[in-house]
């Protein structure tokens, strides 16, 4: 039987000791994006596949093999959702979200599929936060979109990550890109991965940011996108490049991110944490104009990022920064004999309805044993109710960590114990 039962590989319980932490990051992104006045979407954890197909592309790995695919009763191909842009694009395109004009802007949270390989920080179901914007190619909105990341990640208090930046050209200058890359890389191909002898024809950009050390070596060299770029993307770079510095934000251009999946153009970036190891970028996103014509809505441009919650508590925990309070009972109710345990029952009742957090624990009779249960719920507080207590119409409160002790009427036992837990 042992081990019959056994998680999915690649997935992860979050348990009790550590959804507090999960809750406090959580709280924190959508304080940060409510700032931004970013607002929820919340779409299916799956779609039809072909959601996915086109635009994050036939020749990414997602699509080509990291994708939870399956067939309903009726035989229609549907796909549990490897990431939250297409998702987001398509409910925007179907729900007319753009109709009023101006910048959309969205935000989500939720569980991601990809069947890869586990490692750390790399999960087969991880849990991603994101922003879409949608609306505008001003550069000014790809370095706020950044800000949003940086914000948060300064904001859960992180110091040793960086941001690195790039522009991979658009449909215009990336032609011109990809034949000088397929005319550098192809005396090496011999030398180089599996991967790369692949992509070189499909997606020769994907060979710049290979993780094969010998391929790495040889890409150092090749010629950069941004000797490539037309005017237009050469200015829109040089923009969100000016924005960020007027915003404050530090960054280092970096011609080797290109990101994994087809439907980027212009801004590409990364932010990355070293001390991660291999699976080091803590958010990743950029510009993807003309995704939107793809799912049939209007040509509006947009941009948006992604990052993953598991990394990013790993990279928490490693700085050891607080994730806030862990969630503890206010009061630990003790009852001695059959009418103050009668009492007890609507006591309780009282208490919770009133917004205080109590913990009873009916199987234990003897004071030794209720307070031991008492000392391993870790509240703050115990109340003491005994038939003498009860018949004084009176109840003790301990404080926990002093030991000391007080009287409290039971009358107005709400309104006391609302301030000793404020104090
Ligand atoms: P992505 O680079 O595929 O982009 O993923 C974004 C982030 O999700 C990664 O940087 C990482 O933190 C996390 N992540 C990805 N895969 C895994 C995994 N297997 N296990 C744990 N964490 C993972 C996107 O998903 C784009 N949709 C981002 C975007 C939004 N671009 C524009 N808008």
């Given at each position: 039987m042992a081990g019959k039962y056994q998680i999915p590989r690649g997935t992860f319980d979050i348990l009790p000791e550590d959804s507090y932490k999960w809750q406090y990051v959580t709280d924190v992104f959508k304080e940060v994006v409510r700032t931004y006045n970013y607002r929820e979407i919340i779409t299916p954890?799956?779609?039809?596949?072909e959601v996915f197909e086109r635009s994050v592309g036939s020749s990414s790995d997602i699509v080509q093999k990291e994708m939870y695919r399956f067939q309903d009763k009726k035989g229609r191909k549907f796909a549990?959702?490897?990431?939250g842009t297409a998702p987001v694009v398509r409910s925007y395109v179907q729900n007319n979200l753009?109709?009023?004009?101006?910048n959309t802007k969205l935000f989500y949270m939720g569980p991601m599929f990809r069947y890869d390989r586990p490692q750390k920080g790399r999960f087969r179901q991880f849990y991603q936060y994101g922003v879409e914007n949608i609306g505008s190619d001003n550069p000014f909105i790809d370095a706020e979109v950044i800000a949003i990341g940086y914000s948060f990640l300064k904001k859960l208090g992180l110091k040793n990550f960086t941001l690195e930046i790039n522009s991979i050209g658009c449909v215009n200058c990336t032609p011109d890109y990809d034949r000088s890359l397929i005319k550098y890389f192809t005396p090496y191909l011999k030398e180089m991965c599996s991967d790369c002898n692949t992509r070189?024809?499909?997606?020769?950009?994907r060979l710049l940011d290979c993780k094969v050390r010998g391929c790495k070596k040889i890409a150092k060299n090749a010629p950069s996108m941004l000797d490539y770029l037309d005017d237009e993307c050469r200015d829109h770079f040089a923009g969100v490049q000016d924005f960020l510095k007027k915003m404050g934000i530090p960054f280092t251009v970096n011609?080797?991110?290109?990101?994994?999946?087809?439907?980027?153009?212009?801004t590409a970036f990364e932010f990355i944490?070293?001390?991660?190891?291999?699976?080091?970028?803590?958010i990743g996103g950029g510009r993807y104009n003309g995704l939107i014509s793809q799912f049939g809505g209007k040509d509006v441009p947009g941009t948006g990022f992604a990052g993953g919650f598991e990394r990013l508590i790993l990279s928490m925990e490693i700085e050891g920064l607080s994730f806030g309070k862990e969630q503890l009972p206010d009061m630990f109710l003790v009852t001695l004999g059959q009418k103050a345990f009668e009492y007890g029952n609507k006591l309780l009742l009282k208490l919770r309805d009133a917004g205080i957090s109590v913990e009873y624990d009916p199987d234990k009779e003897t004071m030794k044993a209720q307070m031991k249960t008492a000392d391993r719920s870790r509240s703050r507080f115990t109340l003491i109710l005994g038939e003498d207590e009860l018949a004084g119409n009176k109840i003790i409160l301990k404080e926990?960590?002093?030991?000391e002790q007080k009287i409290i009427g039971l009358e107005k036992i709400v309104e006391s114990l609302k301030k000793m837990c404020k104090k």
């Open positions: 954890i799956f779609e039809k596949s549990l959702r490897p990431e753009g109709m009023n004009g101006g070189i024809n499909k997606k020769p950009k011609p080797k991110i290109v990101r994994g999946l087809d439907y980027y153009n212009k944490d070293n001390k991660l190891g291999a699976q080091n970028t803590l926990m960590e002093s030991g």
